[in-house]
Nanobody
Framework: QVQPVESGGGLVQPGGSLSLSCAAS????????MGWYRQAPGKQRELVAV???????NYGNSVKGRFTISGDSAEKRVYLQMDSLSPEDTAVYYC?????????????????WGKGTLVTVAL
């Protein structure tokens, strides 16, 4: 079992920056990738950014050029630097850990989710 725990959420003004951190406790044979998803009120959960254990990254279209993901799969930690924040970025941000990736499906087969941290962008 792996338990991701997020930290770093809060209130920030539009145009500001915020950093999120996630540390995953527990044991795992290996980690395929870690990342961040978010869910705004009344909307579906969406991809923010993910990073694989070999350093490949993928970003959601709405955050490209503004957010930067980094991480250390050996330490089971992942970070998200968010710049140029706008009210549309307001959401609960969830840390995601994928330990088994099913290539045939192009999806994570064994995954774990944190409980989320709230990011509010407002004056």
């Amino acid at each position: 079992q792996v338990q991701p725990v997020e930290s770093g959420g809060g209130l920030v003004q539009p145009g500001g920056s915020l950093s999120l951190s996630c540390a995953a406790s527990g044991s795992a044979f290996g980690i395929y990738g870690m990342g961040w998803y978010r869910q705004a009120p009344g909307k579906q959960r969406e991809l923010v950014a993910v990073i694989t254990s070999d350093g490949r990254t993928n970003y959601g279209n709405s955050v490209k050029g503004r957010f930067t993901i980094s991480g250390d799969s050996a330490e089971k930690r992942v970070y998200l630097q968010m710049d140029s924040l706008s009210p549309e970025d307001t959401a609960v941000y969830y840390c995601h850990v994928c330990t088994v990736f099913i290539a045939a499906k192009g999806a994570c087969g064994v995954e774990y989710w944190g409980k989320g941290t709230l990011v509010t962008v407002a004056l």
